[in-house]
Each structure stands twice: as structure tokens, then as C-alpha cells.
């Protein structure tokens, strides 16, 4: 293997005395800015995940006391519901897929030294540290943290008497606000590198898959957020000073928060969706050892998916009281919207046609989320057509629905951009069989957990119900809440060999080499782990796109964005 | 080497490569996202603007509507100075900048003032954000705006006290925006 950009090692020497405050804490490199996000998120996966056990445990077997909690009665359901949502959207997702991938990636793989701006890629990464304290918080104030759903919708969220929580209800609005700034602020950097630090030769279509479906993303996210802003400011205004924007008794109207809220929720779904897509894009290629299949429609149809998810909003609302006439409309555009998706899918699969496929472990987690999203991608064509969704709106079938296709992004899509950029990001190999095993057991129990949830939903099980027994139709399928809980229990427990991989990885795992997949892509032509500053102090050239893997011009079966074929091509 | 690329050597003599300048675009982007945060506030404010059976509610005091056509001038005067500040920023004529810069400033600030006082009229006669609709939607789309009066003016003046004109033609890009933005709050929230 050669680079044609020289990597000079012992020009870092100078650069790495930085100290442990500066390097570990408050640092501007954007690859220990991801890392952070990286650990703050996962932080919140751990308390997510409880929650969710807390949760599945008393719809298993309501009223027993959950092992390690106690009993949990309505009230304490509805913010075990509304902080799971909250903590896996807004604290997982969006800091592991954006977050963490979007530092580390978007810099390293299109050849610049650092972020545009780095100090304030450091701010972004604090204020959403000052963002999770905050919303740690909330659990612990008298009246305890918000239970008005993770959607927030008033008067539930705008009167402390409707829901018994006032401080929590306003901290978890301040949290949202300063996850928005950092986001914000990340945001800009990540779209102003792109367009201004690409390395020479880094053309957009040379661009890696994953680039563009964060840049996606980043851009979806910094145009939909605004509206849910000015929502927010109003919602606290409603609650601190008493106007009436969402109170109907005072000339308000409720539904004005759920548009504003859905007209950034959808596209949020793609921010957390997209990078998902990006990371898997860039495993198939180089385990399947084939150019990724139509490179450029894959980009045209991010772009639509993007475009179209900001007029699908209110397919979240069919059952809401809006003017009934907009459900068609909305049905189509949503329905509209499988059509990129499904592209996106057809390459992905015919990406493996024909390919050497080798199945490490990226590899697998890739799969997996192409099985398990197509899942959740045909059951959303359900809820999109507002005859079939009026059914199954707010049943568990659109739980199932909604966690085959966040979970697959979030889990499946962020293990498989773990487990391949891992030996970049830390200079480590994991262990291949404690991945796999991983893998195949978040397979298997992500199916139990989540697949009966679409046939409980289906017999009517309502989301939000703290006690399924109440209700007598319900009673026979209870069975069907049991399966689901062990399932997660045992899903939660599928994490271990994970935490022990990583573990043992960081401690005693091999060094991993510059480029141990055989991979194209720039950040492969640095060292593991890139030095701060990424390359020695020449930058590499790009000639070629990222996907150019068992290349007839060259011997090995892969041909690295850098290297110049000049005397053979001529 | 691609074309308009600027290769830079950074303090330790390290390659950078940039192709546009960041902060014109970083701005740019952060505009964009702005732009859609008074869009979800003028996009609430007509949905209650257009659903209501009568506008201005009935016994709701009336909008300062000639006082503020006079504040409009002046927010809107203040574009002539900032483009002479940018031009001193180019030619890095330091004495011009700082009295465009100083112009420019005082603009934007007799305009908040004016802005400041109807308020507390206004108030007065009853008009206050939870007393309806009407005062709510006034108070938040006017006061976001006010705020990014409020914004610029403090940057403004950290420019001028740190004598650092290299932030100058991002700081126009901001103040064009805030002013560009008004014309067509006064006309939806006063006029229209």
C-alpha cells in the first residue's frame, strides 16, 4: 500500500504536547470533539435504556414493582414515555449519528486539517454538555421531569396543573433550546467545511456517501429548526407569562405547536435517518469489494428525500382535528417520499449483487439495517395513507413502526459506522467474534422485542397506557407484552459483549494499521489515530471518487482517493 | 490545484487549502437557519392573522403605525453607512470605518429606542402579551426582531472597542439581514 500524500509522523511531535485539559476536555480537534459526543451520547443510551426496561417491565406486569425502581403509577409512566423519546432522539441519536460521526468523518474525508471554525465546534460540544446536565437534572427537581410526551403537545405541556410537573416542563424546553445551539453551531461548521475545506481534487461528486447524507442532514436540520424555535419561544411564554398561543379559552390555538413541532419533526426523523444511510453506504462498498451502485442518483434522490420531507408534516396529524382535506394531500407526498428511499435501498442491495462479500462485523451491522429498516420502511407506508394510519395512529404499531426505523438507524446503522471507523477513531482493532456475537444478538432480540409490537398494536393497544390490564380487550393479548419485555431485557443484556469489546479493545486490543479494511476513502491515509492536524504538513490530492474498489488499472482490489494512476491511464 | 483555492501555511508551516473564505459562508448558512426561525414566527402569526374573524381584535389599542414609518427610515438609513464601513473595511481606511461603524450604530440604536418607548406606551394602554392574541404575536415577532437589533448592536460594539475590522464584512452581512428583515415586519404586523 502507498500513499502519495506524505504522511510525515514525527512533524506531530511539536503538536502533541497540548496537555490533558487541552487534549481531553477543552479541546478544538474535531476528531476529540467527536469523540466526546460520542460518550455523551452513549451516556444517554445507558439511561434511555433503562428507562425503556422500566417501562417494558410494568407493561409486562403492571402492578408489580419494577426490580431496582418500585412501582411506577400513571404519572411516573408518563415521564418514563417522554423522557425515553426525548433521551433517544434528541441524546442519542442526534449526538452519535451527527454528533460524533459528523466531527470525526466530515474533516478526515475530505482532507482538511480541522473543522472552519474549531472554537466553536468546542463551544457546540459544551453547550450540549450544558444541554444533557440540564436535562439530568430535571429528573431530580420537585415535581420531577416532563411528562407531556416527547412531542410536547399543549395544553398538556402548557399548564402544570394538567400533567403535575412545572420545573421539569420548563428545563426540558431550555434543554431542547441548548441541544438546538450546539447543533447550530455545529451545523454551520459542518456545511462551511464542506464547501470551503475540501483538499484539492475533492470535487462534490467525489465526495464519500456518507458526506453527503450528513451535509443532508446538517442542512435539513439547520432549515426545520427555526419554526420549532419560534414554537418553543411561545410555548414558554405560555407557561412563564400566561399568553394564550396555544390555549383555545384564550383565542389560542393547540394545533399551531403541532405544526410547528411536525414541520421540524419530520425532517428531524431524516437527520437521525440519513447519517444512518451514509455510514451503511460507505461499509457495503468496501466489504462488498464493488463500487457503490449509482453513485450519483443516490445523491439526487438524498437530495429529493430531503426536499419532500418538508411537506410531509402532517401526516403525523391525520387524527388530530386539522382541516380533513389536508390528509390526502399529505398522504401523497408522503407516499412520494418512499420512492428516493426505495432507490436508496435498490442500491444498497444491488451494491451487493455480485459483490466478494466479506462479512466482518461493519459489514453485518450494515445488513442488518438494510433487513430491518425495509421493515420499517413498508409498515410507514401504512401509517403515511391517512385511511390505513386513522386505524393505527397512536397504537403500537406505530411504536414498532417507529423503532424498526429509528432503532435500525440509531443501533444498526451507528454499529456499522462503529465497528468500521473504530480502529481510526481510537488506533485499535475490536474483536471480530465478540462483534459478531453482538451482532447476531441485537439481531435476533431486537425481532422479539419490537415485532410483536406490531400485532399488539394491531388489536388495539394504545401508546402511552401505563397499565395495559385496565383495558379488557387488551387482557387476552397480554402474552404478546410479555414476549416483548423479556425481549428487551434480553437486548439490553446483547449490549455486554459489546461494552467488553470496546474494553478490552482500548486496553489490549491490537494496533490497528493505517488502513485495515482495504478502504478508499481519505481518512484511510492517515495514521490511526490521526495526529491532531489529521496529516503531516502536506495535504493529500484527491483523483479519483470514493467507490473504485477491484479497479482493473491496479493489482490490489481497492484504489485509494489519492493515488495517481498518471503514467498508466496515459 | 482547483480553481479560486487559497493555500495557506499555518504557524507551524503545515499545507491548508482553503477554497472560500469560511466566515462569508458560515454566515451565509447561519442567516439561512434565521430565516427560517421568523419564518415559524410569521408563519404562527398568520395563522392567526388570517383565522381571526376581525384584525385588529375589537378594544385592542392601535399600532403606532406613523411614529414606526418614521423608525423605518431610520433603521433602513442605517444600509448607507454600513456599506460605507465595508467599503473602509476594503480599503482599510481605519478612520472611516470606525465613524460608519459609529453612524451605522447610532442608527440602529434610535431606532430600538423608538422601538423601546411605544413599547412601554403601548403597554400602558393595556396592550400586553398574555391580554390576547393579538398583543402575544405582536410582542414575540417585533421582540425577536428587536432582539436582533439588540444582537447587532452589541457586536457592533465589540468591534469598535476592539478596533478589529477583520470581522466587518461579516457583521454587514448580519446588520443587511436584520435591517432587510423589518420592512416586511412593519408591513405584516403594522400596515397589512
Known amino acids: 500500500m502507498r500513499e502519495s500524500g506524505a504522511a510525515v509522523l514525527d512533524v506531530h511531535a511539536h503538536h502533541a504536547e497540548r496537555g490533558f485539559w487541552r487534549t481531553y476536555v477543552f479541546s478544538t480537534d474535531h476528531k476529540m470533539i467527536g469523540k466526546q459526543y460520542l460518550s455523551l451520547g452513549l451516556f444517554w443510551a445507558v439511561v434511555g435504556g433503562l428507562l425503556a426496561h422500566v417501562m417494558r417491565w410494568q407493561l409486562a406486569w403492571p402492578e408489580t414493582a419494577v426490580p431496582g425502581w418500585g412501582e411506577v403509577g400513571p404519572e411516573t409512566y408518563n415521564v418514563l414515555v417522554t423522557m425515553h423519546g426525548t433521551i433517544m432522539v434528541f441524546f442519542v441519536a442526534m449526538p452519535i449519528l451527527l454528533g460524533a460521526f459528523g466531527n470525526f468523518l466530515i474533516p478526515l474525508m475530505i482532507?482538511?486539517?480541522?473543522?472552519?471554525?474549531?472554537?466553536?465546534?468546542?463551544?457546540?460540544?459544551?453547550?450540549?454538555?450544558?444541554?444533557?446536565?440540564?436535562?439530568?437534572?430535571?429528573?431530580?427537581?420537585?415535581?420531577?421531569?416532563?411528562?407531556?410526551?416527547?412531542?410536547?403537545?399543549?395544553?398538556?405541556?402548557?399548564?402544570?396543573?394538567?400533567?403535575?410537573?412545572?420545573?421539569?416542563?420548563?428545563?426540558?424546553?431550555?434543554?431542547?433550546?441548548?441541544?438546538?445551539?450546539?447543533?447550530?453551531?455545529?451545523?454551520?461548521?459542518?456545511?462551511?467545511?464542506?464547501?470551503?475545506?475540501?483538499?484539492?481534487?475533492?470535487?462534490?461528486?467525489?465526495?464519500?456517501?456518507?458526506?453527503?447524507?450528513?451535509?443532508?442532514?446538517?442542512?435539513?436540520?439547520?432549515?426545520?429548526?427555526?419554526?420549532?424555535?419560534?414554537?418553543?419561544?411561545?410555548?414558554?411564554?405560555d407557561r412563564i407569562i400566561g399568553t394564550h398561543f396555544y390555549a383555545a379559552e384564550g383565542g389560542g390555538?393547540?394545533?399551531?405547536?403541532?405544526?410547528?413541532?411536525?414541520?421540524?419533526?419530520?425532517?428531524?426523523?431524516?437527520?437521525?435517518?440519513?447519517?444512518?444511510?451514509?455510514?451503511?453506504?460507505?461499509?457495503?462498498?468496501?466489504?462488498?469489494?464493488?463500487?457503490?451502485?449509482?453513485?450519483?442518483?443516490?445523491?439526487?434522490?438524498?437530495?429529493?428525500?430531503?426536499?419532500?420531507?418538508?411537506?410531509?408534516?402532517?401526516?403525523?396529524?391525520?387524527?388530530?382535528?386539522?382541516?380533513?382535506?389536508?390528509?390526502?394531500p399529505f398522504s401523497i407526498t408522503t407516499i412520494l417520499i418512499s420512492v428516493p428511499f426505495a432507490f436508496i435501498m435498490f442500491a444498497m442491495i444491488a451494491t451487493l449483487w455480485k459483490g466478494s462479500i466479506r462479512f466482518d462485523t461493519p459489514m453485518l451491522w450494515a445488513l442488518g439495517f438494510v433487513a430491518m429498516f425495509i421493515v420499517g420502511g413498508l409498515t410507514g407506508i401504512f401509517n403515511g395513507s391517512a385511511p390505513a394510519d386513522i386505524y393505527?395512529?397512536?397504537?403500537?404499531?406505530?411504536?414498532?413502526?417507529?423503532?424498526?426505523?429509528?432503532?435500525?438507524?440509531?443501533?444498526?446503522?451507528?454499529?456499522?459506522?462503529?465497528?468500521?471507523?473504530?480502529?481510526?477513531?481510537?488506533?485499535?482493532?475490536?474483536?471480530?467474534?465478540?462483534?459478531?456475537?453482538?451482532?447476531?444478538?441485537?439481531?435476533?432480540?431486537?425481532?422479539?422485542?419490537?415485532?410483536?409490537?406490531?400485532?399488539?398494536?394491531?388489536?388495539?393497544?394504545?401508546?402511552?397506557?401505563?397499565?395495559?390490564?385496565?383495558?379488557?380487550?387488551?387482557?387476552?393479548?397480554?402474552?404478546?407484552?410479555?414476549?416483548?419485555?423479556?425481549?428487551?431485557?434480553?437486548?439490553?443484556?446483547?449490549?455486554?459483549?459489546?461494552?467488553?469489546?470496546?474494553?478490552?479493545s482500548l486496553l489490549a486490543g491490537k494496533t490497528a494499521p493505517k488502513n485495515p479494511w482495504g478502504a478508499n476513502t481519505l481518512e484511510w491515509t492517515a495514521p490511526s489515530p490521526p495526529p491532531h492536524l489529521n496529516w503531516g504538513e502536506t495535504l493529500p490530492v484527491v483523483y479519483r471518487g470514493a467507490y473504485e474498489y477491484s479497479s482493473p488499472e491496479v493489482a490490489e482490489d481497492w484504489l485509494p482517493q489519492d493515488r495517481t494512476l498518471a503514467a498508466r491511464s496515459r | 490545484m482547483s480553481r479560486g483555492a487559497i493555500v495557506l501555511e499555518d504557524e507551524v508551516g503545515f499545507q491548508r487549502h482553503h477554497r472560500v473564505d469560511s466566515a462569508t459562508v458560515?454566515?451565509?448558512?447561519?442567516?439561512?437557519?434565521?430565516?427560517?426561525?421568523?419564518?415559524?414566527?410569521?408563519?404562527?402569526?398568520?395563522?392567526?392573522?388570517?383565522?381571526?374573524?376581525?384584525?385588529?381584535?375589537?378594544?385592542?389599542?392601535?399600532?403606532?403605525?406613523?411614529?414606526?414609518?418614521?423608525?423605518?427610515?431610520?433603521?433602513?438609513?442605517?444600509?448607507?453607512?454600513?456599506?460605507?464601513?465595508?467599503?473602509?473595511?476594503r480599503d482599510g481606511d481605519h478612520g472611516g470605518l470606525g465613524r460608519s461603524l459609529t453612524l451605522t450604530g447610532l442608527l440602529g440604536a434610535t431606532f430600538l429606542g423608538v422601538q423601546g418607548y411605544e413599547w412601554a406606551r403601548l403597554?400602558?394602554?393595556?396592550?400586553?402579551?398574555?391580554?390576547?392574541?393579538?398583543?402575544?404575536?405582536?410582542?414575540?415577532?417585533?421582540?425577536?426582531?428587536?432582539?436582533?437589533?439588540?444582537?447587532?448592536?452589541?457586536?457592533?460594539?465589540?468591534?469598535?472597542?476592539?478596533?478589529?475590522?477583520?470581522?466587518?464584512?461579516?457583521?454587514?452581512?448580519?446588520?443587511?439581514?436584520?435591517?432587510?428583515?423589518?420592512?416586511?415586519?412593519?408591513?405584516?404586523?403594522?400596515?397589512?
Do not use: C
Not at chain 1, 164 to 170: I, Y
Not at chain 1, 290 to 295: S, T
Not at chain 2, 151 to 164: F, M, T, Y
Open chain 1, 111 to 237: 482532507g482538511a486539517r480541522d473543522m472552519a471554525f474549531p472554537r466553536l465546534n468546542m463551544l457546540s460540544v459544551w453547550v450540549f454538555a450544558l444541554a444533557s446536565l440540564v436535562l439530568l437534572v430535571s429528573f431530580f427537581i420537585p415535581g420531577g421531569a416532563a411528562s407531556a410526551g416527547w412531542t410536547g403537545y399543549p395544553p398538556l405541556s402548557a399548564k402544570a396543573e394538567y400533567t403535575g410537573v412545572n420545573w421539569g416542563m420548563d428545563l426540558w424546553i431550555l434543554a431542547h433550546a441548548l441541544e438546538f445551539a450546539a447543533f447550530l453551531m455545529g451545523g454551520v461548521n459542518y456545511l462551511t467545511t464542506a464547501i470551503a475545506l475540501r483538499v484539492p481534487g475533492m470535487t462534490f461528486f467525489r465526495l464519500p456517501l456518507v458526506i453527503w447524507q450528513l451535509l443532508t442532514a446538517t442542512t435539513l436540520f439547520l432549515l426545520s429548526v427555526g419554526p420549532l424555535i419560534a414554537g418553543a419561544v411561545m410555548l414558554l411564554l
Open chain 2, 123 to 192: 403597554l400602558t394602554f393595556g396592550l400586553t402579551a398574555p391580554s390576547g392574541i393579538y398583543g402575544g404575536t405582536f410582542y414575540t415577532l417585533i421582540g425577536a426582531h428587536a432582539l436582533h437589533v439588540l444582537a447587532a448592536l452589541a457586536w457592533l460594539g465589540i468591534i469598535l472597542i476592539l478596533r478589529n475590522p477583520a470581522g466587518v464584512p461579516v457583521f454587514g452581512m448580519y446588520w443587511y439581514f436584520v435591517v432587510g428583515l423589518w420592512p416586511l415586519l412593519y408591513t405584516l404586523v403594522y400596515l397589512a
Open chain 1, 392 to 504: 393505527i395512529s397512536d397504537t403500537y404499531f406505530v411504536v414498532a413502526h417507529f423503532h424498526y426505523t429509528l432503532f435500525s438507524s440509531v443501533v444498526f446503522g451507528g454499529f456499522a459506522g462503529f465497528y468500521f471507523w473504530f480502529p481510526k477513531m481510537f488506533g485499535r482493532l475490536l474483536s471480530e467474534p465478540l462483534g459478531k456475537i453482538h451482532f447476531w444478538l441485537t439481531l435476533v432480540f431486537f425481532n422479539v422485542t419490537f415485532f410483536p409490537l406490531h400485532n399488539i398494536g394491531l388489536a388495539g393497544m394504545m401508546r402511552r397506557i401505563a397499565n395495559p390490564l385496565e383495558y379488557e380487550f387488551l387482557v387476552p393479548h397480554q402474552w404478546i407484552n410479555v414476549v416483548a419485555t423479556v425481549g428487551g431485557m434480553l437486548l439490553l443484556a446483547s449490549q455486554i459483549p459489546f461494552v467488553v469489546n470496546v474494553v478490552w
Open chain 1, 253 to 328: 390555538d393547540p394545533l399551531l405547536w403541532q405544526h410547528l413541532f411536525w414541520f421540524f419533526g419530520h425532517p428531524e426523523v431524516y437527520v437521525i435517518l440519513l447519517p444512518a444511510v451514509g455510514l451503511v453506504l460507505d461499509v457495503l462498498p468496501v466489504f462488498a469489494r464493488k463500487p457503490i451502485f449509482g453513485y450519483r442518483w443516490i445523491i439526487y434522490s438524498t437530495i429529493a428525500a430531503g426536499g419532500l420531507s418538508f411537506i410531509v408534516w402532517a401526516h403525523h396529524m391525520f387524527v388530530s382535528g386539522m382541516d380533513p382535506r389536508l390528509a390526502m
Open chain 2, 26 to 89: 458560515g454566515m451565509l448558512i447561519f442567516l439561512g437557519a434565521e430565516t427560517m426561525l421568523f419564518a415559524g414566527f410569521i408563519a404562527a402569526f398568520l395563522v392567526f392573522r388570517l383565522t381571526a374573524p376581525v384584525w385588529p381584535p375589537p378594544l385592542q389599542p392601535r399600532l403606532p403605525v406613523g411614529v414606526t414609518a418614521v423608525s423605518t427610515a431610520v433603521l433602513l438609513s442605517s444600509g448607507y453607512p454600513m456599506w460605507r464601513a465595508l467599503r473602509a473595511a
